[in-house]
């Protein structure tokens, strides 16, 4: 089954502890990217990577590092996490071709990680 | 810089009706990518129409299906034949290759299907 997994789905933490949440997809997809949800504000992308080794800040990155090393995992990582980094997080992984249909496949989306810095 | 607005944070449907959920961006580019999200209680994402700005025919994925305005930089969603299970938070979205494929959400409607 296509999926993208996160790891974990729900985490309460203290401000400064250092901590990664995963994701893996099994799609072989070339794209992938880290979102954060907050009322009001909706989704905002905060890095995003087009292939192993490339990485690109969205519109949100400060507080937050991201690597790829491997095509089908790209690990979000706080490394002191306050609490205006509490959210709802979402990794999504796409096909990315480089012709003028290169959205053709969807972005599939993890199915959320839920963190609270107290 | 790219914003997608979405104006109507709430709006409500009867069951078996149709709605329109607005959406319009900003951005100086000519080709991009727009798409529709739901997201309903369990939270999680899916896509429900997607669609390229070079092409002029309007996206259309069973019920649902967009209108397009190009010029004014608009994107709706129409609903047709409403269903309870279409009650979610539906949010617009943009991105393009001259951005490095950043995606841009906008702040979502809340759909509610009255029975």
């Known amino acids: 089954e296509a999926q993208v997994t996160q790891n974990p789905r729900y985490l309460i933490t203290v401000t400064g502890k250092k901590l990664t949440v995963t994701c893996s997809q099994n799609m072989n997809h070339e794209y992938m990217s880290w979102y954060r949800q907050d009322p009001g504000l909706g989704l905002r992308q905060i890095y995003y990577s087009m292939n192993v080794e490339v990485t690109d800040k969205g519109d949100v990155p400060e507080g937050y590092k991201v690597s790829r090393k491997e095509k089908r995992n790209f690990p979000l990582i706080l490394e002191s996490p306050s609490p205006n980094q509490t959210s709802l997080y979402f990794c999504a992984s796409s096909t990315l071709l480089t012709t003028q249909d290169y959205w053709r496949d969807t972005q599939y989306f993890g199915p959320g990680t839920r963190l609270t810095v107290l | 810089a790219q914003t997608v607005t979405q104006s109507q944070p709430e709006m409500s449907v009867q069951e078996a009706e149709t709605v329109t959920l607005s959406c319009t961006y900003d951005?100086?580019?000519?080709?991009?990518?727009l798409f529709w999200y739901k997201q309903p209680p369990s939270r999680q994402m899916i896509l429900v129409i997607r669609q390229e700005a070079y092409k002029q025919q309007n996206a259309t994925e069973n019920r649902f299906s967009v209108n397009f305005q190009k010029a004014a930089k608009s994107f709706s969603l129409k609903i047709s034949d409403s269903q309870l299970g279409d009650a979610a938070m539906y949010f617009c979205a943009y991105s393009t290759l001259s951005t490095g494929n950043q995606f841009y959400f906008g702040t979502g409607t809340s759909l509610t299907v009255i029975p």
């Open positions: 951005t100086s580019e000519s080709d991009y990518y």
